[in-house]
């Protein structure tokens, strides 16, 4: 077992090493999903397709919507629309109380909820003696906590990405959310490639990490250590 003084002698490099590996000796990684690209292959492929018919819907929608329309059932879509947004805000107050993972998801849902709940309530009311009303509702109330939420909902993620960025050891600062890697199981990023350095992700390398890190610090406290483990002054 290693010292506070023969760990504080480590150089950042071989306490990172050391880390990364530890973290990926205890961690219990399912091994990846065989069919897991396949699936992204196919998602990839119905994003595409999903857009490219919207994008022709609302061609279509532009032009043979009518102006003005008498809609039924008018109270129970924005009473129900409320209902949801009552619920976001209900979760993400809970998962901000318990501190849980689920919160960056909820504030990602409120902000969205309460982006069309402005947008409706805006373009809805247009021409209308509700107009300035619905205007002012969502300057001032509805997008601004969207924002608060997208934002809060950023610094988490951020938080998150940058916890894995030092178990992976990189150097700099952590980058900005669209330009970080994607953290999955997927094939070609395994969730265990996190705890290995960029040059050194095949097993053996890292179980030769270790071994590094204490023939590092032994060189500079004089502490061999022999196979069993068993520790013997260099003096």
Known sequence: MFSEDQLRSMSEHERLSLLRT????????????????????????AVVICCIALAAWIGVLAVTLPRYYRAGGWRGAWVGFDLAELAAFAV????????????????????????CDAWFDVVL???TSGFMVSLLSAL??????????????????????????????QPGSVPALWRADLIS????????????????????????????AVRGA????GVSRSPGGSGRAGR
């Open 22 to 45: 530890l973290v990926a000796m205890s961690s219990q990684v399912s091994a990846p999903d065989p069919h897991a690209e396949r699936r992204r292959t196919i998602f990839l492929v």
């Open 92 to 115: 993400t107050g809970w998962a901000a109380w318990r501190r849980r993972q689920i919160l960056i998801i909820c504030l990602v849902v409120l902000a969205t909820l309460l982006c």
């Open 125 to 127: 009311n247009a021409r």
């Open 140 to 169: 001032l109330i509805e997008l601004p906590l969207a924002a608060v939420a997208i934002f809060g909902a950023r610094r988490l993620l951020r938080s998150a990405y940058a916890a894995s960025w030092l178990y992976r050891g």
């Open 185 to 212: 199981n997927l094939p070609g990023n395994h969730l265990r490639d996190i705890f290995c350095a960029p040059d050194a992700a095949s097993p053996d390398a890292a179980d030769s990490a270790p071994d590094e």
């Open 218 to 221: 032994g060189s500079r406290d």
